[in-house]
């Protein structure tokens, strides 16, 4: 599929179904939807007790993926470097990470430790606790 072809099918996606395919009742024309090709904006259907439940394709999605195409919408990625900023103020940033990733170590230790020893009793409630004193 070329990419023209893309954008056709995506815009016809963002436009939906015209009210030509659909009866005066407000019932969908399945028949006429396959007679004029446009089954592809037929996201799903399903048969309910009420009749056929008819999904069609996301418009605004759509809508969204032809501007990216056209390059309206443009996702930007800005990457900071914090070891940049910290040399500019005359830190070592090297320091600082190792100091950083040895903190984060002893507290992650710590935790396990408190974990271990049985610390806080965490099945304990305000209730319980009010029972005791009672």
Same mark, same amino acid.
Do not use: F, M, R, S
């Given at each position: 599929m070329r990419a023209d072809e893309v954008l056709l099918r995506l815009t016809e996606q963002a436009r939906g179904l015209s009210k030509d395919y659909f009866r005066p009742n407000g019932e969908l024309d399945a028949a006429?939807? $396959?007679?004029?090709?446009? #089954? *592809? =904006?037929? @996201? @799903?259907? @399903? !048969? #309910? !007790? *009420?009749? =056929?439940? $008819?999904?069609l394709y996301d418009g605004q999605r759509a809508l969204v993926d032809i501007g990216r195409a056209l390059g309206i919408f443009k996702d930007r990625l800005i990457v900071e470097d914090w070891r940049r900023e910290a040399e500019a103020q005359g830190l070592d940033s090297a320091e600082m990470f190792k100091r950083l990733v040895r903190e984060a170590i002893s507290v992650i230790t710590a935790g396990n430790e408190a974990d271990d020893s049985g610390g806080v009793d965490r099945g304990e409630s305000a209730g319980s606790r009010a029972k005791e004193t009672d």
């Open positions: 006429a939807i $396959v007679t004029n090709n446009k #089954t *592809h =904006l037929i @996201k @799903k259907t @399903k !048969q #309910t !007790q *009420h009749g =056929l439940e $008819v999904e």
